[in-house]
């Protein structure tokens, strides 16, 4: 972070400042929201939610150094305090003035499906000519995306930046802070389905990113989904990525193997991207790389082997393998969509057994038992050895595929259970929900094998 002073951070947030004494030229060197962590030289901010108080830590942050406190009502303790109406959305209103100071160039990437790996991948084909800032994991909502933007600094060329969303509004919302150069929606699918009556009106709350692009920018979009009359209604130069005839940038996958497949783009002669990945839904987020690359000015001839170095992160379809054992982890997030692609992938792997363990789909409303059935009449014809299930409805799908279906109530019991069970020779998929932990699931799996 480059530093900012207290009079910025006044006109930028409409704060009233309080208990100051010295003159009013302070620095803030990093921005606080973790009373835990080093606050020397920083604004504390404390945040306030539904399940949190930052407030009960602004005493920590003063024992740990931070100059001043942002708070929503005086406290009594001795420290600079700027009170704010809401101090989350003054995290977001910081962010969004930060920003400002920098002559870069901000990508957002939203959608149901593949945006973290959409979002790792182009960070890692741009930062092979370019000085790169990107949120970290996770840290895409109200909280950790301003939080992330306060990574830029002056060196920083392009930031791109993930944006995550579980109801309307909250793209608009994230939208405005970051206000992106080109917006990504990389699918349309049935994640956070159970926040709105239909998938029409899921489009129309991933439409809202477009509405602060920045007056030259423009919205890149998965032609292979519906919805893109709802997406023009924005008004906004769209760039359509995909695999079917009408997409502006599109792609061919030629051959696939149980590890990688190959990934041509319509047009590019003579150049072939190996994919390392088992899961062919990776294609799309590699689509939307390649052209996010190419767009910047990254060579062609440069691409394939900077692909092929690419590395899948934990819990998103990386696969582990040791002592006869693989281990697919996709244990970090699941929706009907995603869940449908890898197990018709999982499928293809070669195993003397094929074990699948699902964690129930969250946020699908009243939509849950009518896709966890669905997902269970797929599985039934995909034939697999054995299925374990933990989560209210997925035990439809464990009673679905009847004596090779075993449900959990604990994850402890199915961990203990799965790591007795499984031996050389299996292949095991790993995906559900993050509400189900399954990480932890897979993490134990591997120490138990020593799987690396």
């Not at 602060?212 to 919805?227: A, E, P, Q």
């Not at 034939?383 to 933990?390: A, G, N, S």
Request: aromatic share 10%; glycine share 10%; net charge positive.
């Amino acid at each position: 972070m480059e530093p900012i002073g207290l009079e910025e951070v006044l006109n930028w947030t409409g704060g009233t400042l309080i208990k100051f004494n010295g003159a009013r030229e302070i620095i803030f060197k990093q921005i606080s929201t973790d009373s835990r962590k080093d606050c020397r030289n920083s604004l504390f901010i404390a945040l306030k939610g539904k399940n949190f108080d930052g407030h009960r830590f602004v005493s920590d942050a003063v024992k740990s150094a931070a100059l001043a406190a942002m708070v929503e009502e005086p406290l009594p303790d001795n420290i600079p305090q700027i009170i704010v109406k809401n101090s989350i959305k003054a995290l977001g209103d910081l962010a969004k003035n930060y920003k400002r100071k920098f002559c870069c160039v901000f990508i957002g990437i939203t959608g149901s499906d593949g945006k973290t790996t959409t979002k790792e991948m182009s960070a890692h084909l741009l930062a092979s000519m370019f000085n790169v800032c990107s949120n970290q994991g996770n840290f895409n909502n109200e909280i950790g995306l301003p939080l992330s933007i306060f990574n830029i600094s002056k060196q920083t060329e392009i930031g791109i930046f993930e944006l995550g969303m579980n109801g309307p509004g909250q793209l608009r919302y994230l939208g405005n802070v970051l206000q992106p150069d080109i917006a990504v929606i990389t699918s349309i699918g049935y994640g956070h389905l159970g926040f709105f009556n239909n998938r029409a009106a899921l489009a129309h709350a991933k439409a809202e990113i477009l509405e602060n692009l920045s007056i030259d920018g423009f919205g890149i979009f998965n032609r292979d989904n519906d919805f893109q009359n709802i997406l023009k209604q924005k008004g906004v130069f769209l760039k359509t990525v995909g695999f079917g005839p009408l997409c502006n940038f599109r792609g061919f996958i030629t051959s696939y193997n149980t590890d990688s497949f190959n990934l041509q783009v319509n047009g590019w002669e003579n150049v072939n991207f190996r994919i390392n990945s088992w899961n062919g839904a990776i294609a799309y987020p590699a689509l939307f790389s390649l052209f996010i690359a190419e767009y910047f000015g990254i060579p062609k001839s440069h691409l394939p082997s900077l692909v092929n170095n690419f590395v899948l992160i934990n819990g998103r379809g990386k696969m582990r393998i040791v002592d006869g054992v693989k281990i697919f982890d996709e244990s970090y997030n699941a929706n009907p969509g995603s869940l449908k692609t890898a197990l018709r992938y999982f499928a293809l792997q070669k195993a003397k057994r094929k074990i699948v363990v699902i964690g129930a789909m969250g946020e699908l409303g009243k939509w849950s038992r009518f896709y966890h059935k669905k997902l269970g009449d797929m599985i039934q014809k995909l034939d697999f050895d054995f299925v374990f299930t933990i989560g209210e409805d997925a035990c439809i799908i464990s009673k679905l595929v009847k004596k090779k279906g075993m449900h959990f109530d604990n994850l402890q019991e199915m961990t203990e259970y799965i790591s007795g069970f499984v031996k050389a020779g299996d292949a095991v998929l790993v995906k559900g929900s993050r509400m189900n932990n399954l990480d932890l699931l897979v993490e134990h799996l591997v120490e138990k094998t020593g799987i690396k």
